[in-house]
């Protein structure tokens, strides 16, 4: 037989692969009505409608998610989410007390909530990703424990590790001496913070490989480096930024201080026109300091979605193509804290749905492949309790 | 008609599909083969504004469409649920209900949060066994020896004295076992405060700032009226309930807003306690009233206590902020608003 065969392992040809656009098709009047309702039936039952209210959000959000003209479905059932719930804001209930009046019980609730707080992840992932549905075929989420515990413990472990090894270390061969024990301790303190987009690296790894779509793996095709140049850029950003606010601040206050003195000198007082002009461009400066602050988290933001999408792949063929700009998420930022304070709070509803419109119009996927060549993979059902532990505690479970 | 995508399920394919109907409420469609599938047996999904309905089939399968009004009238006409399950809906679909529940919630949350926290903690104050409390005191006194409260350094007949005092007034009948101790601290200076277990911490600071032992008692009663009230319990179920409500009603809420979330709570927990303030001070004075002491005491010894703080060296811009905390006595003069109008109401002019 001296046929070749052509098909098996073939690379992709770049030129066959098209880009789809993700869009938004919701709107914030829209989202506004069914918000609203949403907060006064939860209040008008006491909050058990807290959980209907998160399905019906969740399914306009999804729903109005399009990638090539179909939608996304988000599954849940509201009696899951509501038995999650009640034990989630039990335990926090629980907590603030004891937070209150028995330090003690606060942090033994903390370090047992450290323990499981990897299962918990798993188990959120799995219930997000379980009742996200695409095409018909629902997501998933692998049950690895052993790599979330590998991951997530890694951190806190290998700061105690240090801190023993450094401090300890330090005071051994110094014979006791305190000035070198915290030398130690803080070698170990900044070996930690070195380790930290490592950390960060592994996570992000982790919640991408245990993903799947059908029965096909999402993988993670980036190294460590690009979470230390986000880093390392974020930090001289900030540097910058603070740099550049201290002289100015420095400047200002320095005129205004000569101006005072000027004027005491002279026995007069400051002209009304003058202090008026003052108390306004430090004033205004105290104002510069949210959009710096903002601009900052939106570069990290920004470059850490391109990033962590961009490396992500799915079943060898598809993948994303992410164009956050840091530029369009701080005016995002910027612009919806204004729409939030000017409303009241009721503009929240706009809020998210501009941010929704913004993510998914610099998202794409690239498929090299056509979409209707995945196949589900057997679903099993899952408690809504670590999605519900990981909302009510904030833990920011995800990518 | 019903234009859409047909999903067969188990797999990710889906086609351009129509669906009809007949007047039996039998479902065609050409494109994917379907033969008269009964339109009760499928499963549609809610209306939730113009989003994308899903039309679920007994096997698996889905049908995607846009087309909202068609599937609400394919509804209404063959399942005759022409109200249940659309509700919410017609709740949000119309402004008037809209802007009537963006009101109504507004008004409630104020509602909620001026009168509904405190009157439901001090409920399930009462409610509550008298053990919460004491359990919850528990360790407190021990935790402010080791790191904020030194032993008193008045003399042991001066303590006597003051033992006496406070064993004099103290009720039997509220349940708790009323414990008086004396401290010294730099940090804390002249203070005065109660734990819920019933113990009453006073400051050496305190006694000799105090201009005589009717104010030392005036502010006795005045921590006996925080016991008493169960304040200490109270507080904490009113932050726990300020933050569950947060929570509930956050549970929607973008990350952005969470600044503008701490910030009120910060605000509204703060005027609780200010609220028990004034519920202390006025159970001081009927206190004192019933024993014949002047409440005019109480006024002045806390006007002292204001005073000692805002002058101090160890000055309150320092340590003000938790300070001010940790005394739980927030200054000011607004504070003594209702103790005023109580004393005037005695000596009516």
Known sequence: ?399 | MLSGHYQRGGHSTQIAAHLQIDAQGRVFCREAALDGVAFSALTVSPRIGNTRRYLNFPGGACFETDDNDTVDRWVQEHRHVSFRGSMVHRLEANARYVAVAALVTLLFAATFLVWGVPWLSKQAAYALPQEVSTSLGQGTLEFLDKHLLAASELSAERQRELAALFAKLAPTNIGFELKLELRSSELIGANAFALPDGTIVLTDDFITLAANDQQVAAVMLHEIGHVSGRHGLRGALQNAGLATLLVVIAGDASSASSLLVTLPTLLVSTSYSRDMETEADLYAASAMVMRHIDPQELLSVLHRLEQAHNDSPGDRKRDGGWLDYLSSHPLGEDRFVPLREFIAGLHPA
């Open chain 1, 1 to 399: 037989m001296t046929v070749s065969n052509p098909v098996a392992t073939e690379p992709q040809d770049p030129q066959t692969s098209r880009n789809l656009a993700f869009g938004f098709t919701g709107n914030g009047w829209e989202y506004f009505k069914i918000w609203i309702v949403n907060v006064l039936l939860t209040i008008l039952t006491l909050g058990i409608y807290s959980a209907w209210a998160k399905v019906r959000t969740q399914q306009y959000f999804y729903g109005n998610t399009l990638l090539d003209n179909a939608s996304f479905r988000y599954t849940a059932k509201p009696m899951t989410i509501l038995k999650g719930r009640l034990v989630a804001v039990a335990a926090f209930v629980a907590f603030s007390l004891a937070q209150e009046f028995a330090p003690k019980v606060a942090l033994a609730m903390i370090v047992a909530f450290l323990l499981v707080m990897p299962a918990i992840i798993v188990r959120a992932m799995a219930f997000k990703l379980g009742n996200s549905v695409h095409r018909n075929v629902a997501f998933g989420f692998r049950y690895n424990y052993k790599q979330a515990y590998a991951v997530f413990m890694a951190p806190t472990l290998a700061l105690i590790a240090l801190v023993v090894v450094f401090g300890f270390g330090a005071q051994m061969l110094s014979e006791g001496d305190q000035g070198a024990a915290a030398a130690g301790i803080g070698i170990a303190v900044l070996a930690y913070f070195l380790g930290l987009p490592f950390f960060n690296y592994l996570a992000s790894k982790f919640y991408v490989n245990n993903s799947r779509y059908g029965d096909s793996s999402f993988n993670y095709m980036g190294g460590a480096g690009g979470f230390y140049k986000l880093y390392g850029m974020t930090i001289l950003l900030g540097l910058g930024v603070i740099l550049l606010l201290s002289v100015v601040i420095g400047v200002i206050g320095g005129e205004s201080l000569a101006m005072l003195n000027a004027a005491k000198e002279s026995g007069g007082e400051v002209p009304p026109g003058q202090m008026m002009m003052m108390l306004m461009s430090q004033g205004g400066l105290m104002l510069a300091i949210v959009p710096a602050y903002m601009l900052i988290f939106a570069y990290f933001e920004a470059k850490r979605f391109n990033l962590v999408y961009g490396s992500s792949v799915l079943a060898d063929h598809y993948g994303f193509s992410a164009r956050l700009r840091t530029g369009g998420l701080a005016w995002l930022y910027l612009s919806n804290l204004v729409i939030v304070v000017l409303t009241l709070g009721l503009g929240i509803a706009w809020a998210k749905v501009r941010a929704a419109r913004y993510h998914l119009n610099n998202l794409e996927f690239v498929a090299a492949e056509d979409l209707d060549r995945f196949a589900a993979a057997q679903q099993e059902k899952i408690s809504a309790l670590g999605d519900e532990i990981g909302e009510v505690f904030d833990l920011g479970v995800g990518i």
